[in-house]
C-alpha cells in the first residue's frame, strides 16, 4: 500500500536530499544502498526485473553523486583471526588443495521461478567435476534446500563471514544470481554463474494504422500484398504469446488499400518467432 501511494519513494527523495545537504555542508556523504533508490532494477515488476540501462550498475549508481568508478572490482577484507579460523576449517575438513564451491539453491521469495536450476542439472555438473578426479566440490548457503551428491556439505556449518573467507580459498565458484555470486567477484573468484529460469510466458498486444507511400529499403520482387508493400494506407492488429525468452507466437491481420485502386486487402499471417 505504501508503495502505492508513492510514500516509499517520497521517504528515500528526502533521506536522499538530507544526505545531499550534509555532503555539501560536512565533505561526508551517508549512502544507504537497500535503498530503492539504488537499486539495479529501473522496475519491479510482479513477474520479473527491468533492469536499468546505462553500462555497469557501479556507474549508474555513481552518476547518481556525480562520481565515476575507479574500478568495478569490489573489496572485502578478513581479520587474521578469520583467517586463522577458516585455515583450521579447511584442515577440519580436508580441504588442503584446491576446490570448487558450489551452491544449487535459490531464494524462492525473491523471483525464485526465475533463478532456479533444475537440481538434477546442478547435480551432472558435480558429477562430471568428481568424476575427472581433479578437485573435490564444497556445497555452500543456507541451511535447507537440496543437497547435492559427492559434496562436502557445509551449508549452515560456518558463520557468513568464514564462509566469504573459505570462498577465497576455492578454485571456482558455481552458482546463480545471489549472495554469494557478490562475494565471489568481490574476491575475484572466476565463477560459472546460471540464470537458470526463463521469464514466464507473456501475452502481448498491437495495433497500427500505417500510410506507406515509398518502400525504405530495396527489397526482391514480389507479388504477395503482406511483404514489401508500399502506397498503401489501412489498419494492422496483432496478438502474440511469448513462451519464453526465445520463443513465442504471433497472429497478425490487416486490411489496408493499395494506392489506385478500390477494394480492400485482407491478410491474416500467423508467426513462430525466435529471438536471440
Not at 528526502?14 to 539495479?40: E, P
Not at 583471526?81 to 535459490?106: K, M, R, Y
Not at 537440496?146 to 551449508?155: C, G, N, P, V
Request: with cysteine; hydrophobic share 45%.
Amino acid at each position: 500500500m505504501k508503495r502505492r501511494l508513492g510514500l516509499d519513494a517520497a521517504y528515500e527523495r528526502l533521506v536522499f536530499l538530507l544526505a545531499t545537504r550534509r555532503w555539501r555542508s560536512r565533505g561526508q556523504f551517508d549512502v544507504h544502498i537497500d535503498l530503492d533508490l539504488h537499486s539495479y532494477a529501473a522496475e519491479e515488476r510482479p513477474d520479473r526485473m527491468v533492469w536499468k540501462s546505462g553500462g555497469h550498475i557501479v556507474d549508474i549508481l555513481l552518476a547518481t553523486y556525480g562520481q565515476t568508478a575507479r574500478t568495478h572490482q569490489g573489496e572485502l577484507s578478513f581479520t587474521s583471526e578469520e583467517e586463522q579460523a577458516t585455515d583450521a576449517f579447511c584442515q577440519t575438513h580436508g580441504l588442503t588443495a584446491d576446490f570448487v564451491a558450489i551452491e544449487p539453491n535459490s531464494k524462492a521469495s525473491w523471483f525464485g521461478d526465475l533463478r532456479a536450476w533444475p537440481v538434477e542439472r546442478w547435480q551432472e555438473v558435480v558429477d562430471r567435476i568428481v568424476s575427472a578426479g581433479r578437485y573435490p566440490i564444497v556445497q555452500l548457503g543456507e541451511q535447507g534446500g537440496q543437497a547435492l551428491a559427492q559434496t562436502i556439505d557445509l551449508r549452515g556449518k560456518l558463520p557468513v563471514r568464514l564462509a566469504m573467507c573459505l570462498m577465497k580459498r576455492a578454485r571456482l565458484f558455481l552458482g546463480q544470481e545471489g549472495g554469494l555470486m557478490h562475494v565471489a567477484r568481490a574476491l575475484d573468484v572466476p565463477s560459472g554463474i546460471v540464470w537458470g529460469g526463463v521469464q514466464p510466458g507473456q501475452w502481448e498486444a498491437g495495433y497500427a494504422y500505417q500510410r506507406i507511400q515509398a518502400a525504405a529499403v530495396l527489397a526482391a520482387a514480389n507479388s504477395d500484398d503482406w511483404w514489401f508493400h508500399a502506397a498503401a494506407r489501412g489498419h494492422m492488429a496483432s496478438l502474440a504469446y511469448m513462451f519464453d525468452e526465445i520463443w513465442g507466437a504471433r497472429v497478425s491481420g490487416f486490411s489496408e488499400t493499395r494506392d489506385g485502386l478500390d477494394r480492400r486487402t485482407h491478410r491474416l499471417l500467423v508467426e513462430l518467432q525466435a529471438r536471440w
